[in-house]
């Protein structure tokens, strides 16, 4: 299994661009997560998908949106890029909403923008 | 004032040593919590969970919880190079809309020869 696999690992955009970071589980999650990583803020969710054909707003949704395409995959949009969006995006998914289920993580995006 | 709270270090201690890494939090209603462990430039894993006050232990890995405190620790015992990380401690509310965690900032660790 490969687990939870994000494209690309790299990406540099120039402010005003649009990009679309993939995401792709294996092991048949219910429920699937967006989050950035920036120095002194730890991880803050941006989206989250509890089940297939639903999606809620995390803490920081703004200049964002996403898609569940399937069961599998869960995709994360920036429209129009900006610097403040410079950060490492992970993905996450985890068994099945409610309850404590490990979230396991996928192994991160970083995107600059410049 | 952030809802968890936790010290970014970087903290750097002499192998075998103890570790204690702290969290502090202020939402009463957490019910679970997480320790996860973030190698450089990896995504984090989950390390430890518990959803009790008390202490859980895992071989070299104790969590403990204090609710009436609202303060979570790890502690890490005999501790290995190969422990240097970056730890995140992690809270949940549960709600029938997901699993939602609220992450710490995190506490980078080295462990040196």
């Known amino acids: 299994n490969a687990g939870v696999t994000q494209t690309p690992k790299f990406q540099v955009l120039k402010t005003g661009q649009s990009m679309t970071l993939q995401c792709a589980q294996d092991?048949?999650?219910?429920?699937m997560y967006w989050y950035r990583q920036d120095p002194g803020m730890g991880l803050r969710l941006i989206y989250y998908?509890?089940?297939?054909?639903?999606?809620d707003k995390g803490e920081v949704p703004n200049g964002y949106n996403v898609s569940r395409l399937n069961k599998r995959e869960f995709s994360l949009r920036l429209e129009s890029a900006a610097p403040s969006q410079t950060s490492v995006y992970f993905c996450?998914?985890?068994?099945?909403?409610?309850?404590?289920?490990?979230?396991?993580f996928g192994p991160g995006t970083r995107l600059t923008v410049t | 004032q952030k809802e968890v709270e936790q010290d970014p270090g970087p903290l750097s201690v002499p192998e075998g040593a103890i570790v204690s890494l702290n969290c502090t939090y202020s939402?009463?209603?957490?019910?679970?919590f997480m320790w996860y462990r973030q190698y450089s430039r990896k995504g984090p894993e989950l390390l430890m969970y518990?959803?009790?006050?008390g202490n859980k232990e895992d071989g070299r890995f104790t969590a403990q919880v204090d609710k009436s405190s609202k303060y979570i620790s790890l502690f890490i015992r005999d501790s290995q190079p190969s422990d240097s990380a970056t730890y995140l401690c992690?809270?949940?509310?549960?709600?029938?809309?997901?699993?939602?965690?609220?992450f710490g900032t995190g506490t980078q660790l080295k462990v040196e020869l």
């Open positions: 996450a998914s985890s068994e099945t909403p409610g309850g404590v289920y490990e979230q396991y």
């Open positions: 092991m048949n999650h219910n429920s």
């Open positions: 998908s509890a089940s297939e054909g639903t999606t």
């Open positions: 939402n009463s209603a957490f019910q679970y």
């Open positions: 518990t959803y009790s006050s």
């Open positions: 992690a809270m949940s509310v549960i709600t029938g809309g997901g699993n939602k965690l609220t």
